[in-house]
Each structure stands twice: as structure tokens, then as C-alpha cells.
């Protein structure tokens, strides 16, 4: 799958959302990025005030949503985008693991036979630049049926989660009203965490201005080098650090990520870093009054015991609950564009 990384290149957004595959970040510009946040607050501003026509944008529509890898939010908040739209949701009976895969089916026939009955599906897979295969391949089926499925990535392996990253930025412009200016820490597993990748490459696609990120993990678990690359290419300063109170106190937004220990082939490996970095409210007491503390979520031992994290959820900084509400607007607003809503 890896190789449709390098052969297959996603069209760029540039002001044109309809029929597009969503499967890199790398597709954004600040404008699209900017068109798609402003549809998302005007859709959830509608939903609040229970305004008619968005339960309608996209009736007659169907997303199917195809998980290889555990998920709640990502699945759950598509299905409830895509409800709250007007359209319709189908999945496989019983679990993809209970489809034709099952049978030793590829993932090129899988995503084409989703493709003849959606109009758009979400496929998380464990194995990085399968969103790119399925759209090589959805791309093949739409010249044979004459119109487009359309691929959205829910986490691409150890690649890309797009939308998280647009539902983070968008979370991130809500609690500080810019990008410039910030500092931005991201802690935790920076090398298997695909979140952290795709938020670290969507802030430099934002051109934010003055705005430094801070990567803290373990040696082992450091940022991969394209994505530091890529910070270098889009000018944005950006600082490495196994120590956490180097930066702690300065940082404007802190985004804690979970170790991903299924991704470790050696589970002694896992074992020797999974409790270098622990938020606890005494780690929190030293960030900024006005800071943000955000996670993809889900969220382990790494945001300490229950009772630690029944006090951090009560602090004001906490902002995971806003991300994952957050989410389902900036997918509702995703998915509308995508289908060919030109009202937004
Ligand atoms: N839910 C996020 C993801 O799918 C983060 C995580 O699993 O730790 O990547």
C-alpha cells in the first residue's frame, strides 16, 4: 500500500471541495482551510438554533464507513455528521471483520463494491497509503460508472488523520481566535501518533505567522524527519525537547497524545517509555492560566488516574470535549462540501 504514497497524488482543494477525496492534509491551503471553518460555525450556529435546511443538505446521500482499526469517535461522529445532514449511513453488518475481507477479498475490491452504493466513505486502515490505494481505485470505478465515491481518510496507519487535524485547528481558532502567535506544544508519541503529524503539517499549510510548535517525547518517539521537513519548507520554527518543562509554562495550546502501543512490534519497548510523559493536575497547575489542553483521545494512563483526570476534566482548560463536538461540525461541514452543497 505504501507505494501509492509516492504514485498517487490527491487533487489539491484550491477552492473546490465537490468530489474530492479528503486523504492529506497537504491538500489545504489557508483559504480552503478558512472556507471549510466558517461553514462548519455557521452549520453548528443552525444546529443550536435548530434552523431548518441543514437536517436537508444532503438528503439522498449515503456514506458508508469502513473501520479496520478500533475507532469511536472518528466512526461515530461521521455517522452522526452524515445524520444530521439529511443523509443516510450504512456499514458492514456485524463488523468489517464479518465482510468479504474476511474471505481474503482485497482492499481494491472492498472499496470499489462500498464505492457502487456510497456516495462517499470514510475507510480507517491500519496499513499507511491505504486511503491513497482506495483512491486510486475509487478512481478506476468512477471512470467505469460515470460518477464519483468519494474517500475520506479516518487515519491513514501511522500517516495522516486529516480531519482530526481540521477539527483541532478549528477547535485551536475558537479558543484563541488565531493561529499567529502561538505556541504550540505537541507531547507524547510524535512518531506512530498520525494526529500529531497532521496537525504539525496543517499549521505550517496555515502560514501561521510567529507561531512556534514544540515537539516533547522520548528520543524514540520523535516527530518523523519529513514532517519537520515540511515544518523547515512552510517556515515554521519548531523545537525538539525530551523534557516537558522546558516548554510547559510558555505554551498557549498543549496536545497530549496516548503512546499507540499496538503500533510497537516490541512490547518492551512500549513497556521502558509508556510513563515518561503523565498529565496530572500538577503537571497542569504549571501551564498558562489561559493555556489549552487538548488529546485526540482516546485518553489512558497518560492523562492520569480516573480521579486525576475527574479533576482535569473540570479545569477550564480542558478542551477535549470541544474538539470531539467539534468534530461532527467540521464534518458535517466536510461531508456537505464534498457531496456538492454549494450553500455553505
Ligand atoms: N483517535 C486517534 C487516532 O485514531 C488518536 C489515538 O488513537 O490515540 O489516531
Same mark, same amino acid.
Given at each position: ?17 465537490? /468530489? ?11 483559504? +480552503? ?5 466558517? @461553514? ?12 431548518? *435546511? ?9 456514506? @458508508? ?20 445532514? /439529511? /443523509? $443516510? ?7 468489517? %471483520?464479518? %465482510? ?34 482506495? &483512491?486510486?481505485?475509487?478512481? !478506476?470505478?468512477?471512470?467505469?460508472? *460515470? ?7 479516518? *487515519? ?8 482530526? &487535524? ?31 503529524? %497532521? ?6 499549510? #496555515?502560514?501561521? =505567522? ?6 516533547? =517525547? ?19 520554527? #519548531? ?11 510558555? =505554551? +498557549?495550546?498543549? #496536545? ?6 499496538? $503500533? ?38 497518560? !492523562? ?5 483526570? +475527574? ?8 478542551? #477535549?470535549?470541544?474538539? !470531539? ?14 457531496? /456538492?452543497?454549494? =450553500?455553505?
Amino acid at each position: 500500500m505504501k507505494q501509492f504514497l509516492d504514485s498517487y497524488t490527491p487533487q489539491a482543494i484550491q477552492g473546490h471541495y465537490e /468530489g474530492k477525496h479528503i486523504i492529506t492534509v497537504e491538500q489545504f491551503h489557508r483559504d +480552503d482551510m478558512d472556507e471549510l471553518f466558517e @461553514a462548519a460555525r455557521k452549520i453548528r450556529r443552525g444546529v443550536r438554533r435548530g434552523e431548518q *435546511g441543514i437536517p436537508n443538505l444532503c438528503a439522498n446521500k449515503v456514506l @458508508a464507513t469502513v473501520f479496520f482499526e478500533a475507532s469511536t469517535r472518528t466512526d461515530l461522529s461521521f455517522q452522526a455528521a452524515m445524520s444530521r445532514i /439529511g /443523509g $443516510r449511513v450504512i456499514s458492514a453488518s456485524n463488523g468489517i %471483520s464479518f %465482510s468479504s475481507l474476511y474471505k481474503g477479498e482485497s482492499i481494491a475490491d472492498t472499496i470499489r463494491a462500498v464505492g457502487c452504493y456510497a456516495d462517499a466513505v470514510v475507510l480507517r486502515h491500519p496499513n499507511e497509503g491505504s486511503s491513497y490505494q482506495a &483512491a486510486y481505485y475509487l478512481d !478506476m470505478l468512477a471512470e467505469k460508472l *460515470g460518477r464519483t465515491t468519494v474517500v475520506i481518510s479516518g *487515519g491513514d496507519g501511522i500517516g495522516e488523520h486529516p480531519t482530526q &487535524a481540521l477539527l483541532d485547528l478549528f477547535t485551536i481558532i475558537d479558543a484563541k481566535e488565531k493561529v499567529d502567535g502561538l505556541n504550540i506544544t505537541l507531547v507524547g508519541d510524535l512518531k506512530f501518533g498520525r494526529t500529531v503529524h %497532521s496537525l504539525a503539517k496543517l499549521i505550517g499549510l #496555515y502560514g501561521a =505567522s510567529d507561531t512556534t510548535i514544540s515537539f516533547v =517525547s522520548p528520543p524514540s518517539l520523535k516527530m518523523p524527519q519529513k514532517v519537520l521537513d515540511f515544518l523547515q519548507c512552510h517556515g515554521v520554527p #519548531y523545537y525538539e525537547t525530551d523534557d516537558l518543562f522546558d516548554v510547559l509554562a510558555d =505554551s +498557549d495550546i498543549i #496536545y497530549w497524545t496516548r503512546v499507540q502501543e499496538e $503500533r510497537f512490534e516490541d512490547k518492551a519497548e512500549y513497556e521502558a517509555i509508556c510513563n515518561k510523559f503523565i498529565m496530572t493536575p500538577s503537571v497542569l497547575a504549571k501551564a498558562k492560566p489561559d493555556a489549552c489542553l487538548m488529546h485526540p483521545l482516546p485518553r489512558k494512563h497518560e !492523562m492520569g488516574t480516573q480521579e486525576d483526570q +475527574d479533576i482535569q476534566d473540570r479545569d477550564p482548560r480542558a478542551y #477535549y470535549f470541544h474538539q !470531539m463536538e467539534n468534530g461532527m461540525f467540521v464534518r458535517m461541514a466536510l461531508l456537505a462540501k464534498v457531496l /456538492g452543497v454549494t =450553500s455553505l
